[in-house]
């Protein structure tokens, strides 16, 4: 089938962009996640805004100790090593297990994050991490917390007037241990449990655990984790309550492998 | 405007900016080598390059690609890699339908472009986005894997391995398959679907839309269709009733862009649901058909021996499995057009023949005044078998005097086409001490879904098989087709077998623990041998290479045995599991006409109506008759498959083509040849050549006048079945043996393939590189059976919740080829195409149980399932 007909529009500058998402329009990025639903015609956008042209859109900084991924950086570049240092190390080991390559050579890590499919990679991971989703609205730039910005299933802290504009992380040392594990059925295939555990010296390790059909838990402080990820693992899982006892055996599973990686 | 530099050449496209990548360089530039098979990033079909860096094509907005490089297959042969790429999948079998090719070959193109000499890992991940149904990916990691070492191909005699003769077109995009090609006037047809398994509907006025209804009242002739003279149930549009999701009512015809915007809301039918019928059989179940009160399509039995020798052990069990889905990379496509009182229908099919008599019929025109041309089909496996676009096109075609087109989307594609019969088993076997089979009994119910389709012959075939390749000296079996609200239930490799084959194997397990043999040598112990009559009173003379094929797994057997982890998370396990098949129509005639003519100009012709659906009957069936004929395959021009072209040679199912269609166009040859010999006055072994429009007999030429011929005509012989199921369904069988070693995870219940060894008896390897591509394909499909699909209408009707294997779950295959000659067939020669996947899920299944002591009772072994299987033993 072919999409519903809808004008597409590649805003020239930011401040475009935002007049054009105020009239209405939907942003497009990759369109690994829009495109299949256009195409299915589960999105029925009159207009279509096309970020990828926009100025500094793709590509990351440094400033001093903070680095800004730009939202319409592919997971294909993170995965070839755009982003330095152990950060880096720890994205592109992520991103390599993201879908396939031909998914990663278009799909951008803003895109993904802005989406919030519960069971997408990126927001099992960046949770995780210190630093900031960056928004861009009329009145500026916004700055929200990782670990407050999916809010549930395809939802988002990002208002409507806004969009995201880049993610900002925190150089991590390279002592920085990082257990991540995720569950597919078969290679590519999105996550069914997701959980990853990063342990930072100095600083209170933190996790996730995502793919539960609901927002990623994010525990902050995971100490108890980290100390016996057997019990802790179980504990936790029995919190969410989950109906499913094959996805709980998966949840506890997965939260147990990254805490023992990061150890 | 967009301007692209397209495979180096700078070009302007003008349609809209949102048009999809893929849309675009089919529609507008003419590049068909780019395939479509999801529209949703799933099957990695249209893959190409934007940038070097290859992309679905289907995601891609043109205005995305604008002043950008884009190669597409069409692009390839231009650079030295990409040719060799090329040659490589060639040499290797690594196309067979070729549906996937261009995908693979773009995404290996990324790869090696960054990585000249990849290991098995790296091109397992960088090609993991593109599906193919066909191959079971091995040969494409090898030719990717290797290729500089393409060695020059032998001649093409029979037991030699030449790469298929029709494969080049598959490697640079030209193969036209049924959405490739149409006439640029034709008009779209879109088929409108029952959202609803069992609903009641009524069609309103429809003079509103941009398009055309077409409804039951507007066809022609007889509005049904179905596999049997007898049985035409299913309607091309339904009247009034809908009977599954995907049931066909009407169908717009219009420009296309009419036709798709069209919204559903616009439509004006009104619907009424109806309770979907589920447990049909109940008593008091309101009859789907009226024809069929009790909801029993048919019912096959067999009854032999007359009591059960005094047993030591008896096993017994229940399975069920799902239905499961073809997933040929191409969904259905075609186009038809009227020529007077003549029309011509273009597309994908298994069944030219077949074809032509449901349009006529749909039409009321003479079978003489229906032309069916087959396009290039990107897989079949049984599910093309049925007509799903022909009728439809054919209608509108011939009341709008426009060719007229259609193309079914993957949603439609699974939603409407035919699946696998699920089927709920009981079966008890039993053995003496010694471990000899002494009984076995199995009932079946087979969910045939909402029409008939190949149902019957999936009740006939499955009692006639279901003790497998064994000597039982006592057997009841009974398979009923049961019609529900379900997807039709077809013919999908194997006709029902695959099912059957898991629950005697699995019983055969826990008989051989009894008795405390092994599990390999009680399948030796029992396997039937050449002298032996089998359950339908068939006396088998010749070619029962069971025992052979046992054998030769026997030493990776006991290897693979030694080598698996017992203790662990990860636990070891191997299986083994057999099967026989038999080749052709069970007890029916599917007789087979193949022709050889020579010119006077020197032109040598095959015409040959066996449809390849990436098989190789084109390939194999050549190497055949130029054998026989005495000259080499590449003296052969070919025409092929067309129904005024061409003899019927049947459809390309039950793994006839090359034995019955082969020893057609071994007639063929041998005709022809006599008839040249005639001339010629000579012997029998007189040496034939044809070099420069002349042939040479002994040397001498041979000046002709007229066109020479030899016509060859092939049909099994068999009896019947009587009420009991006795008598010679099948002329041969195939015979085979498959390993499967894996490792389960305890925790997760997930399944790890090690490696699979396959021991098949074939009569003779025509091509053994063929041979080897159909086994290889055929274990993948039995992978997925086994392990993760499951086609649940309404929920799966895509390819990224209905799972296919993918190139990472298909592990290391080795393939052992055994030839116990068959005397009837072409040089020996049985079949292939379905045996191949039956031992595999078992084998699998058998391998499970030893890693874990758990049987499982439902396919496929999703990891939920196998942990219960676990936690309950
Ligand atoms: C076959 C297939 C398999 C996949 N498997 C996985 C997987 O295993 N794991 C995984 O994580 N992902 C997977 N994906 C999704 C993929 O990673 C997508 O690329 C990603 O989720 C969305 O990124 P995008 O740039 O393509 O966004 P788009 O598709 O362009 O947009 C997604 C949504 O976000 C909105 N949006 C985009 N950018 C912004 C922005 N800057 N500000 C505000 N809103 C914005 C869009 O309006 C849209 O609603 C898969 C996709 C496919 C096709
Ligand atoms: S058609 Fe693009 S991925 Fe299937
Ligand atoms: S050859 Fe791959 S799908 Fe047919």
């Known amino acids: 089938m072919k999409p519903a007909p809808f004008t597409y529009a590649r805003p020239a500058d930011w401040p475009a962009a935002l007049a054009l998402l105020a009239e209405g329009a939907r942003p497009v990025a990759g369109g690994q996640s829009l495109g299949p639903m256009l195409n299915l015609r589960l999105a029925l956008p009159e207009r279509v805004a096309d970020l990828r042209h926009l100025p500094g859109y793709a590509g990351v900084s440094m400033q001093g100790e903070t680095v800004r991924i730009g939202a319409g950086t592919t997971h294909a570049a993170i995965e070839d090593g755009v982003v330095p240092g152990r950060l880096g190390e720890i994205l592109a080991g992520v991103a390599r297990r993201i879908a396939y390559r031909p998914v990663r050579n278009r799909g ?115 100490s108890a984790l980290l100390a016996d990820p057997t019990a802790e693992a179980a504990r936790l899982v029995a919190t969410l309550a989950l109906e499913d006892p094959w996805r709980a055996a998966l949840a506890r599973t997965a939260l147990r492998h990254a805490a023992e990686a990061a150890r | 405007m967009t301007s692209l530099l397209l495979n180096g050449a700078a070009t302007q496209v003008a349609a809209a900016p949102e048009t999809r990548l893929s849309a675009a360089l089919r529609d507008e530039c003419g590049l068909t080598g780019t395939k479509v098979g999801c529209d949703a990033g799933d099957c990695g ?17 043109l205005a995305q690609a604008e002043g950008r490089a884009v190669t597409t297959v069409e692009g390839l042969a231009a650079t030295p890699q990409g040719a060799a790429l090329q040659a490589a999948f060639h040499s290797h079998g690594a196309a067979q339908c070729g549906i996937c090719t261009p995908g693979m ?137 809908a009977r599954y999701r995907g049931d066909c009512v009407a169908a717009l015809v219009g420009e296309r862009a009419a036709v798709e915007a069209v919204r559903w809301e616009d439509l004006p039918i009104t619907w009424q649901e109806l309770p979907p019928l589920t447990a049909a059989t109940a008593p008091g179940a309101a009859p789907l058909h009226p024809r069929w009160p009790d909801n029993i399509l048919t019912t096959g039995r067999l009854r032999s021996g007359e009591t059960a020798p005094p047993a030591a052990h008896t096993a017994q069990g229940q399975w069920t499995t799902g239905f499961v889905e073809h997933a040929y990379i191409e969904p259905e496509a075609g186009w038809a057009e009227r020529h007077g009182d003549t029309i011509h229908v273009h597309g994908c099919t298994q069944a030219p023949y077949m074809d032509r008599d449901e349009v006529a019929a749909v039409l009321g025109i003479p079978l003489d005044n229906v032309r069916i041309i087959p396009s290039a089909c990107g897989g079949g496996f049984g599910g093309k078998l049925d007509v799903s676009f022909q009728p439809m096109v054919a209608v509108a075609a011939w009341l709008t005097g426009r060719p007229v087109r259609a193309v079914w989307s993957r949603g439609e594609s699974l939603a409407s086409s035919t699946k696998r019969h699920p089927a709920s088993i009981h079966a008890t076997a039993a053995c003496d001490a010694a471990g000899r089979l002494t009984s076995f009994e199995f009932t079946a119910d087979y969910d045939t879904g909402a029409y008939a389709s190949w149902g019957p012959t999936v009740a006939g075939r499955v009692p006639v098989h279901c003790m497998g390749p064994y000597r039982v000296p006592y057997v009841r079996s009974q398979a009923r087709a049961v019609l529900t609200n379900n997807p039709p239930s077809g013919a999908f490799r194997g ?96 007789p087979s006409t193949m022709r050889l003519t020579l010119a006077p100009d020197g032109r040598l012709t095959f015409h040959n109506g066996a449809v390849d659906i990436g098989q190789g009957s084109t390939t194999v069936l050549a190497q055949i008759a130029a054998e026989a004929l005495g000259l080499p395959v590449s003296a052969l021009h070919m025409v092929l498959y067309d129904t005024a072209l061409t003899a019927d040679a049947g459809k390309t199912s039950a793994s006839r083509q090359t034995f019955v269609s082969g020893r057609a166009a071994q007639a063929a040859g041998a005709a022809l040849r006599g008839e040249i010999l005639r001339r010629a006055n000579a012997g029998p072994d007189a040496r034939l050549t044809l070099s420069d429009g002349t042939l040479r007999v002994n040397n001498e030429p041979l000046r002709l006048d007229t066109t020479l011929e030899g016509t060859g005509s092939y049909d099994p012989p068999t009896v019947p079945l009587d009420a009991d199921g006795q008598g010679i369904p099948y002329a041969t ?141």
């Open chain 1, 108 to 222: 951008t890590i803003g895109g993904s994050f802005a989406h919030a499919d519960p069971a997408a990679d990126w927001c099992a991971v960046l949770p995780a991490l210190p630093g900031h989703a960056i928004a861009l609205g009329p009145e500026g730039e916004r700055r929200i917390p990782l670990a407050e910005f999916v809010l549930g299933v395809f939802e988002t802290a990002l208002r409507g007037d806004e969009l995201l504009r880049a993610i900002e992380l925190s150089a991590l040392p390279p002592a920085t241990h990082f257990g991540h594990w995720k569950f597919c059925r078969k290679p590519g295939e999105f996550s069914k449990a997701t959980a990853c555990v990063l342990a930072t010296p100095g600083a209170a390790p933190t996790a996730v655990l995502a793919a539960l059909d609901a927002a990623p838990l994010v525990i902050a402080d995971a």
């Open chain 2, 45 to 61: 079909a249209c893959t190409v390059l934007l940038d070097g860096a290859q992309v679905c094509a289907c995601l891609v907005p």
């Open chain 2, 105 to 241: 070959l773009m995404a290996a193109t990324e790869l090696l472009a960054a990585t000249p000499n990849p290991d098995e890992a790296q091109v397992q991940a960088a090609l993991g986005g593109v599906l193919c149904r066909c191959t079971g990916y091995r040969a494409i990691i090898k030719a990717v894997l290797t290729l500089s070492t393409a060695a020059p191909p032998p001649p093409g005699a029979v037991g030699d391995s030449i790469p298929r003769l029709d494969g080049l077109p598959k490697l640079d995009g030209s193969e036209r398959f049924g959405a490739d090609d149409a006439p640029a006037d034709a008009l779209w047809l879109r088929p409108i679907r029952s959202p609803h398994a069992h609903a009641r509907f009524s069609i309103g006025d429809a003079s509103h839309l941009p398009a055309r209804l077409l409804t039951a009242a507007d066809i022609p002739g007889r509005n049904g269709f179905g596999i049997y003279p007898d049985i035409k149930d299913q309607a091309v549009f339904a009247e009034g009733l």
């Open chain 2, 495 to 590: 006709f029902g077998v695959p099912q059957a084959a898991i629950a005697q194997e699995m019983l055969w397990d826990q008989l051989a623990d009894a008795t405390g043999l092994d599990r390999l040598e009680f399948r030796v112990l029992n396997a039937l041998r050449e002298g032996d009559t089998t359950n339908t009173g068939q006396h088998l003379r010749h070619s029962v290479g069971l025992v052979e094929c046992l054998e030769a797994l026997r030493p990776h057997w006991h290897t693979l045995r030694a080598q698996r982890r017992t203790t662990g998370r990860l636990r070891g396990g191997v299986g083994v599991a057999c099967m026989w098949y038999g080749i052709g129509n069970t007890g029916m005639p599917n």
């Open chain 2, 733 to 873: 069988y195939g015979f085979a043996a498959q390993l499967a070693a894996l490792e389960v995870d305890l925790d997760l219940g997930t399944i790890h393939l090690q490696k699979i060894v396959a021991a098949h008896d074939v009569g003779r390897a025509i091509n053994p590189l063929l041979v080897r591509g159909q086994v290889e394909g055929g274990i993948a499909q039995g992978i997925g059976l086994a392990l993760m699909e499951e086609y649940l209408p309404g929920r799966t009707e895509n390819l990224h919740d209905y799972l296919i294997p993918t190139i990472g779950d298909v592990p290391d295959i080795e393939t052992i080829l055994i030839e116990a000659r068959e005397p009837l067939g072409p040089f020996g020669a049985k079949g292939i195409g379905e045996p191949a996947l039956v031992p595999t899920a078992p084998a699998i299944l058998s391998a499970i149980r030893d890693a874990t002591g758990a049987t499982l009772r439902r396919v496929p072994a999703l990891p939920h399932r196998v942990l219960e299987a676990i936690r309950g033993h």
